[in-house]
């Protein structure tokens, strides 16, 4: 059987014909598209490594499937660096040493993301603290990706405001 | 884009400056390659079915209604797997374990693997898994302490620790005025790297190519020869990066070796990722301990005597005892020292090393005790430890190769504020209510090495190549190594290139025991040191070189130039003695490992002191750690940014192993009940705060020709102690069980 979705991944607007209705999203990226950036870390929503964004909102790419997604918009951590230049949150990253082994980081970038665009933590490293523990690290670079965000944070606003004058 | 961020302030070698990581735009970008992002043509995937009893066998296995499934391909049984040249439980390297390759149809734990299911996708594979039914003739599963009789060791060796006595145990009992005789328990724990094992295998005639994550890539090469009887050199090993390792990805496991089993059998690469709730059984674990410490002490508060009994569980058919009562080796000025291990055989997975292997669990106890008989004796928790301080190794008398635990303890405890904290349990409520707590430990971690070679090549360019086949699964080996590469052959960072995660590379050792940046870097800083000898030699016989006739005894590499030293008018650029010699390029070699004497000759350790405040609601029994500073001395730091990030990790992994981590086994079953991330716990970013890392410098001339000791696993070592004591501090209640809960709180 075969079931066809229409879906934008990373800007891209692709015709998707799904081989099974199992698909979830994560492995329709990786697994399929060749887009394995986003990780696999426990397949069943608990761990965050698989984050994504899914119309702007963050979402567990394992627990979505992808024949859900016709007419969806889907930002995963290869869509992020435009051209030369990294995503603020990816350069904070870095700067702030927001990670280790490198695993859960994509999930952790694309759920910093969601959560800044959320609006609701602002650059409260409390707010921020709680806004990013549906990410595991087992690592526990947290202290670094909380301040990673914070930066990130202040960062995408002072362009906001400077987009705006 | 840069990867690097330029400061302003860098200036001398690359070793020391706070670079960020080098594979930092991988990483963030989702470029690095793990294993299982690896596809390959016509790549089929496994998924394999563990045994849902923990002890017996299978009687029977129906896998029809899988290999009807469309897209499974192929259902591997004990019945009909391929056989396998090499024994399974052979040792065919030192730290090899007895791996299960459905070699039979016994049933050893719960979730070994029964079957194994191959298939065109994913999703086939996970649902043929599932279709395959097994009946057991189960036996009463044993997994706790007391299901079976302990025994002791006759010959100590690798997962079998000795017992270790110096001085007089009962005269030390004998003489103290003050004593504590504590029993504490550890529950398992289980690693869970985020990244779950996996291995994309393929099979070119004999020669053997596989996508896996390794901490000890040679090591790992050798086991895979073994297994499949082929020369070592036909296999082909790729593990650039490591998503994470915590001492479970340093030898092969069951589950690896069946995907390469079943790629050989169909003739087609195939994947094998375990799920999470498979990390619960084949793939290590830290074994559970119960440990009695008995401590006593002189009217002077001197330590008379620290005998440390440690009881640990192992599997029924292989040994790996957790060391912990070693941990009591080492620290403290006790006149008499005792650590004694006895194992218990239970149906569950053999345990392994797992992030600080003995010393977390034995410090967790030993700090702990260490607090109890400070308390008895009327003293405060840090003096107690100043007067029982060890100028030189407690029962050998070796001088400590380095050892600044005095000023972390000073600096710590300043930071801290340790001085305001009133003597007494239960003194302290903030503004909220809850009872807050302060307690220290001493952080303590060996500094060991082991073998690695390496090899440099400098071009006529000017930039150079440095190799080994190091892991970096998160320690920063990608940038340190390069660091330490770099400043060997007198180059700046950007003109070296660094190679390293496969095993066609100069063997870069095991990334354990905290050794490997000493390890690795060092036989890269003699790779890269033979590269510049050999170029000294070549410009003192060169007429037209500044360094002609100056020989080797006072140059030295720096910014691409040979120098000598004191005289500022002879140098030479590394390129233009490379092509007056007509050479397009100067390849040298470099090993390093410690050598038996020198091991010998002083006691080498890291040390720290942590300092912990607790917050508890006294009635939700709510624990939260609102302040940790841990000061540490681990000699020389050749990445201050990533050393304090490993710093940090290890004392968060000290929160979880005090408050979170436990794996539960069904009593019935003996299956765990809590196999994943959201039953065992581990920190998440709200777990944390307040949390500060102090390095205090320290020189080491003995430890290794770079004077590194090592800071991945130290931090874990002091944390849990301080944390159980600021428990104690906040409730005047001891807890002598880890992970300590709510409800211990709430029933005592």
């Known amino acids: 059987m075969s079931l066809s979705i229409s879906t934008t991944i990373n800007g891209t607007t692709r015709d998707i014909a799904l081989d099974d209705p199992r698909v979830t999203l994560l492995d329709l990226l990786r697994e399929r598209l060749g887009l394995s950036g986003t990780k696999k870390g426990c397949d069943r929503g608990q761990c965050g490594a698989c984050t994504v964004l899914v119309d702007g909102r963050r979402v567990n790419s394992c627990l979505t499937l992808a024949a859900t997604l016709d007419g969806a918009e889907v930002t995963t951590i290869e869509g992020l660096a435009q051209d030369d230049a990294l995503h603020p949150v990816q350069a904070a990253f870095i700067e702030n040493d927001g990670f280790q082994c490198g695993y859960c980081t994509p999930g952790q970038i694309m759920s910093a993301l969601g959560l800044i665009l959320e609006g609701e933590a602002g650059d409260d490293p409390e707010r921020i603290r709680e806004g990013m523990s549906g990410n595991i690290c087992r690592c526990a670079a947290y202290h670094g990706i909380t301040l990673a965000v914070q930066s990130a944070t202040r960062r995408m606003d002072a362009e906001q405001k400077g987009d705006a004058a | ?748």
């Open chain 2, 1 to 748: 884009m840069s990867d690097t961020i330029a400061r302003p302030d860098r200036f001398g070698s690359n070793a020391g400056q706070p670079m960020t990581r080098r594979d930092g735009l991988a990483k963030v970008t989702g470029t690095a390659t793990f294993a299982a992002d690896n596809a390959r043509e016509g790549l089929l995937h496994a998924v394999y079915v563990p045994a849902t009893i923990a002890r017996g066998r299978v009687a029977s296995l129906r896998t029809d209604a899988a290999e009807a499934h469309p897209g499974v391909i192929r259902v591997i049984t004990p019945a009909n797997r391929p056989a396998l040249p090499g024994d399974p439980e052979a040792k065919p390297t030192r730290f090899s374990f007895a791996i299960e390759v459905l070699q039979d149809d016994l049933v050893r734990y719960a979730g070994q693997p029964v079957a194994l299911v191959v298939a065109e996708t994913i999703e086939a594979a996970t649902e043929g898994a599932r279709l395959v039914t097994a009946t057991y003739e189960a036996d009463p599963p044993r997994t706790d302490l007391d299901d079976a009789p302990d025994f002791g060791i006759d010959t100590p060796d690798f997962g079998a620790p000795g017992d270790v006595v110096h001085g007089d145990p009962e005269a030390g009992h004998a003489a103290a005025s003050t004593a504590i005789d504590a029993t504490y328990e550890i529950a398992p724990q289980y690693h869970n790297a985020m990244e779950t094992h996996a291995i994309v295998a393929e099979w070119d005639g004999d020669r053997l190519l596989l996508d896996t994550p390794s901490q000890a890539l040679s090591m790992s090469c050798a086991a895979y020869a073994y297994l499949f009887d082929i020369p070592v050199e036909n296999v082909t090993l790729r593990s650039p990066y490591l998503g994470g390792g915590f001492g479970s990805k340093a030898i092969p496991n069951g589950p690896l070796v069946l995907a390469i089993i079943a790629a050989r059998d169909l003739a087609r690469p195939v994947k094998l990722m375990l799920t999470r709730q498979q990390m619960f059984g084949p793939v290590g674990h830290r074994g559970q301990t119960r440990q009695r410490i008995r401590l006593g002490a002189d009217g002077d508060g001197a330590l008379t005597v620290i005998d440390h009994e440690n009881l640990a569980a192992t599997s029924s058919f292989e040994m790996f005892l957790e060391p912990a009562s070693n941990a009591s080796q080492g620290l403290y000025a006790a006149k008499a020292l005792r650590s004694r291990h006895r194992g218990v055989r239970l149906d569950i997975g053999t345990p392994g090393p797992m992030r600080a292997p003995g010393e977390a669990s034995g410090s967790a106890v030993l700090e702990c005790a260490v607090d109890e008989i400070a308390e008895a004796a009327g003293m405060d928790p840090l003096d107690f430890r100043l007067k029982n301080y060890a100028e030189t190794e407690p029962g050998t008398g070796r001088p400590y190769s380095s050892k600044a635990l005095r000023e972390c303890y000073a600096r710590g405890a300043e930071a801290f504020g340790w001085k305001d904290r009133p003597r007494e349990p239960g003194k302290m409520r903030d503004e909220a209510g809850l009872l807050v707590g302060w307690g220290m430990g001493t952080a303590f971690f060996p500094s060991p090495m082991f073998a690695a070679e390496a090899r440099a090549t400098l071009r006529a360019d000017g930039t150079a190549i440095v190799e080994t086949s190091a892991a970096d699964m998160g320690q920063g080996a990608w940038t340190s190594l390069a660091q330490i590469a770099a400043d060997s052959l007198g180059l700046p960072l950007d003109s070296v290139e660094f190679r390293s995660g496969h095993s066609a590379l100069p063997d870069g050792g095991v990334a354990g025991g905290s050794g490997h940046t000493a390890t690795a870097g060092g036989a890269l800083h003699a790779a890269g040191g033979n590269v510049i000898r050999q170029l000294g030699e070549m410009a003192a016989e060169q007429p037209d070189s500044p360094l002609f006739g100056a020989g080797n005894a006072r140059l030295r590499a720096h910014g691409g130039r040979l120098h000598v030293e004191g005289d500022e008018t002879r140098s030479d650029a590394l390129v233009d003695i490379l092509a007056r010699a007509g050479k397009s390029e100067l390849v040298a070699s470099g090993k390093a490992s410690r050598p038996d004497e020198d091991a010998k000759r002083h006691a080498m350790n890291s040390h720290g002191a942590v300092f912990a405040e607790i917050r508890v609601d006294p009635d939700l029994g709510q624990m939260r750690v609102t302040r940790l500073v841990g000061a540490f001395a681990a000699g020389r730091i050749i990445n201050p940014r990533l050393a304090e990030s490993q710093l940090k990790g290890g004392m968060i992994w000290g929160i979880s192993f005090a408050l979170h981590e436990e794996a539960r086994h069904d009593r019935r079953t003996g299956r765990i009940v809590n196999a994943d991330l959201a039953e065992y716990r581990v920190p998440v970013n709200a777990d944390v705060r307040g949390l500060e890392v102090i390095t205090v410098h320290e020189d080491d001339a003995y430890v290794n020709a770079l004077g590194i000791k090592g800071v991945g696993e130290i931090g874990i070592t002091g944390t849990v102690g301080a944390i159980g004591n600021a428990i104690h501090h906040a409730t005047g209640k001891r807890f002598r069980r880890f992970p300590i809960r709510p409800r211990d709180l709430l029933a005592t």
